[in-house]
């Protein structure tokens, strides 16, 4: 049984950071595609970052350069560290393995 257990998450002031920690259970979490998404209230759900097996990482344009994904794969953990943040990346993150597997998400808050 897969399991994606999203932490991290919280209410913090615009400029300040979090790190976002998924720890994943019931898969070969090495040979898997992992992915961070994001859903604002009356919004669809959009992807924040992926990373593939070999560590390479792609990412929304809005985050480039405020956020960092990154992967254990000993801990068979994911993270998001989030910098720089922005009211506007007030969401529920989502983690997720291959866009098909979905954690039960994380609320972040950003406050003006």
């Known amino acids: 049984q897969v399991q994606l257990v999203e932490s991290g998450g919280g209410l913090v002031q615009a400029g300040g950071s979090l790190r976002l920690s998924c720890a994943a259970s019931?898969?070969?979490?090495?040979?898997?595609?992992m992915g961070w998404y994001r859903q604002a209230p009356g919004k669809q759900r959009e992807l924040v970052a992926n990373?593939?097996?070999?560590?390479?990482?792609n990412y929304a344009n809005s985050v480039k350069g405020r956020f960092t994904i990154s992967r254990d794969n000993a801990k068979t953990t994911l993270y998001l560290q989030m910098n720089n943040l922005k009211p506007e990346d007030t969401a529920v993150y989502y983690c997720?393995?291959?866009?098909?597997?979905w954690g039960r998400g994380a609320q972040v808050t950003v406050s003006a």
């Open positions: 997720s393995v291959g866009s098909t597997l």
């Open positions: 019931g898969i070969i979490f090495s040979g898997r595609y």
């Open positions: 990373i593939n097996i070999i560590g390479s990482t």
